[in-house]
């Protein structure tokens, strides 16, 4: 069984760095595609952005150009978000996913596989 895990959430002040990373483990990381989503009290669960499987391709919501990056280790079997000129707006709890597959695209019904979830606060 597939299981992600993120870390590496926290508080920081606005124009402040963070760097998520998600931890695969139970299935073949390099068949799945994965991304980032976040969530805020209230609202649907949001895609940031996603990579894929192989070639490394990466697609972002418009929010996150620009600032955030996605990155891959098939070795490690880790994704990672670094966010970057963090602003008030970006808190939320982030979750790591993956999708089989090969594009970085994805929406929350086509995720096959959710971590728990970390919480990222970025103060005024």
């Known amino acids: 069984q597939v299981q992600l895990v993120e870390s590496g959430g926290g508080l920081v002040q606005a124009g402040g760095s963070l760097r998520l990373s998600c931890k695969f483990s139970?299935?073949?990381?390099?068949?799945?595609?994965m991304g980032w989503f976040r969530q805020t009290p209230g609202k649907e669960r949001e895609f940031v952005g996603g990579?894929?499987?192989?070639?490394?391709?990466?697609v972002y919501e418009n929010s996150a150009k620009g600032r955030f990056t996605i990155s891959r280790d098939n070795y490690k079997m880790m994704a990672y978000l670094q966010m970057n000129s963090l602003k008030p707006e970006d808190t939320s709890v982030y979750f790591c996913a993956a999708k089989s597959g090969y594009y970085p695209q994805m929406t929350s019904r086509s995720v096959d596989y959710w971590g728990q979830g970390t919480q990222v606060t970025v103060s005024s």
């Open positions: 990579i894929s499987r192989v070639s490394n391709e990466t």
């Open positions: 139970g299935g073949t990381f390099a068949l799945h595609s």
